[in-house]
């Protein structure tokens, strides 16, 4: 992937990584879309760094998910790049049941539903572009797990699963 002149949208662009993998592509010349949930951080972000982009996206919903994608289509038809970045991490005592489980759900519907959902909903708008890419941001935790966080471990192995094999040579090829 060439790290210059691109549209890059990247999920949880609002802190953390996201943010700083942003900044990174906005100072190398692309365009860069920054979504979150939470407004407040997408404005410190785009006013930290004039010509950034934001929108808002409730990477937990579908319908949001699906009326995002139609937003980025029509706004950026030159989107090239997706980088799956939102998550989030919780703490779990998995010898406390139910009290773990409304966590745990929301860990799985970010974390993997969330990217499978919006690749999805991007994939024909990535793939009409001459050079396209997706990232998908995943953890040592995916080869390491740890026992207070295991929901977040078990996705970030997911992803890399998943991933993994859409650009391997060795993908298992449908029957």
Do not use: W
Not at 77 to 88: E, S
Not at 109 to 115: A, D, E, I, Q
Request: glycine share 6%; hydrophobic share 35%.
């Amino acid at each position: 992937m060439k790290i210059t002149e691109n549209t890059i949208l990247i999920t949880g662009g609002g802190s953390g990584i996201g943010r700083g993998l942003a900044e990174s592509f906005h100072k190398k010349g692309s365009q860069v879309i920054i979504s979150s949930r939470r407004q407040q951080a997408l404005d410190e972000v785009t006013s930290a760094n004039l010509g950034m982009k934001s929108l808002l996206l409730d990477i937990n919903d579908r319908d949001s998910i699906r009326s995002f994608s139609q937003q980025v289509a029509q706004d950026y038809p030159g989107l090239n790049v997706l980088i799956n970045n939102a998550g989030i991490s919780k703490l779990e005592d998995l010898k406390s049941p139910p009290d773990y489980l409304e966590d745990a759900e929301a860990i799985v519907t970010t974390n993997l539903l969330g990217p499978i959902r919006l690749t999805a909903a991007l994939l024909p708008l990535l793939q009409n572009q001459p050079h396209s890419a997706i990232l998908t941001v995943s953890s040592g935790l995916a080869f390491v797990p740890n026992a207070a966080t295991p929901t977040y471990s078990a996705t970030k192995a997911a992803i890399h699963t998943r991933y993994r094999y859409v650009t391997s040579s060795k993908a298992p090829q449908p029957r």
